[in-house]
């Protein structure tokens, strides 16, 4: 291969790279409206620690915040001392646990699993555009979700008051709204049984 | 930029580097077909200047990806960054010299830069490697790009680290002679 096939064949691509470099900088920007996977969110009372998965958690008995928001189709609601026990599943549509954990949940529900005096909820959070599976409402629609689905808004308000570590995270309450358990991860059919359990004996 | 335009580019970028690791494997191929003194005869010295091109084009489109489309690196990302950036500034000075010794220096960032791409790329096939739950802020496991249901940033990364010590190996045997 002589010089000239070299130079050919270097300039070319270092060429096109810096062609299609260039294209990309100045594509006209088409756009995008990225806050249809917010909503606006209200959340009053004091905001529990971040949640520490190798220390015993001491917002077990606190009440937590109460937050109030709506899903994609603005439906309201709200997560509060209602008498009612509750698991709180926090989801991101770019987590592959997440990706991994709803179905298996909503299997779990559609199973009949739910005990009666227990409510679940899930809030979306650390939503961006740029990540994949966007919007969370897709995703969540394609899976059949049937919980109900507060929104978090772009700083992640719900789930910084609820001290989300990470995702997917879980935290039970009980009708007071206080703290029975706060799990970060996967936790499948045997985790999501415990949690059930224990929110139902609190209920 | 457009989702649209950073469609296009995943692609562009993922067509490149399977078109460069097919190369690659061809090119190891041929070596073990034809025999080393084919195989120094169908590169020749062009062996550096294309392993600096790979080098430029990860670089340049690592650099596009965080400064123009905004996807923020995640840990292991920077270490992959780490390992190609120099490559792309010691390479052409290698090439431009042409000097031999330039191995030295490229050949371990090459096959340390693989060894934690083909790591990030088994964080994402296999999250669990990860842990039990993602990281809200910029966890490895997430994947920014997927184009043809396998073609990550990581493998991209891969791609380019071991097409570079490819190169590298074929450039070293030239100049032995």
Not at chain 1, 41 to 56: I, M, R, S, Y
Not at chain 2, 69 to 77: D, N, S, T, Y
Not at chain 2, 108 to 123: E, K, R
Request: hydrophobic letters at 50%.
């Amino acid at each position: 291969m002589n010089k000239k096939t070299i130079y050919s064949i270097v300039g070319g691509v270092v060429g096109l790279g810096l062609i299609v470099a260039l294209a990309l900088s100045i594509a006209n920007e088409q756009e995008v409206d990225d806050s249809i996977g917010f909503r606006p969110v209200e959340v009053t009372g004091a905001p529990l620690p971040l949640f520490d998965p190798t220390a015993a958690d001491p917002t077990v008995g606190l009440e937590a915040p109460t937050a109030v928001g709506t899903d994609w189709n603005d439906v309201e609601t709200t997560i509060q001392a209602d008498g009612r026990s509750k698991i709180v599943m926090f989801l991101a549509h770019w987590c592959s646990h997440c990706q991994a954990e709803v179905p298996v949940v909503q299997a779990w529900v559609d199973g009949g699993n739910l005990p009666d005096n227990v409510d679940l909820y899930s809030v979306t959070t650390s939503t961006d555009r740029l990540r994949p599976n966007w919007p969370p409402q897709d995703w969540l629609e394609e899976e059949g979700w049937t919980a109900p689905v507060i929104m978090d808004d772009q700083i992640g308000t719900v789930a910084g008051s609820f001290g989300m570590s990470g995702t997917p995270f879980y935290v039970v309450l009980d009708g007071e709204n206080r703290v029975i358990r706060r799990v970060s991860g996967e936790i499948g059919i045997a985790g999501l049984d415990a949690l059930a359990a224990e929110a139902a004996a609190a209920s | 930029m457009s989702p649209q335009n950073v469609d296009f580019y995943n692609t562009l970028l993922a067509m490149l580097s399977l078109a460069a690791l097919a190369a690659a494997v061809g090119l190891v191929g041929y070596r073990i077909a034809a025999g080393a003194e084919a195989a120094r005869n169908l590169l020749g010295g062009s062996a550096i200047w294309l392993a600096w091109t790979v080098a430029a084009v990860a670089t340049s489109g690592s650099l596009i990806y965080s400064e123009v489309i905004h996807f923020v690196p995640c840990r292991l990302c920077w270490f992959q960054r780490i390992a190609m950036y120099p490559m792309a500034v010691v390479l052409l000075v290698g090439a431009i010299r042409r000097e031999v010794v330039v191995k030295y220096y490229a050949l371990p960032l090459a096959l340390g830069g693989a060894l934690i791409s083909i790591w990030h790329y088994l964080t994402q096939v296999f999250p669990s490697l990860e842990g039990g739950s993602c990281d809200p802020v910029n966890p490895c496991s997430s994947k920014y790009v997927d184009v043809f249901g396998f073609v990550s940033i990581p493998f991209m990364a891969g791609t380019g680290f071991i097409v570079i010590a490819v190169l590298l190996a074929f450039y070293v045997r030239t100049n032995n002679e």
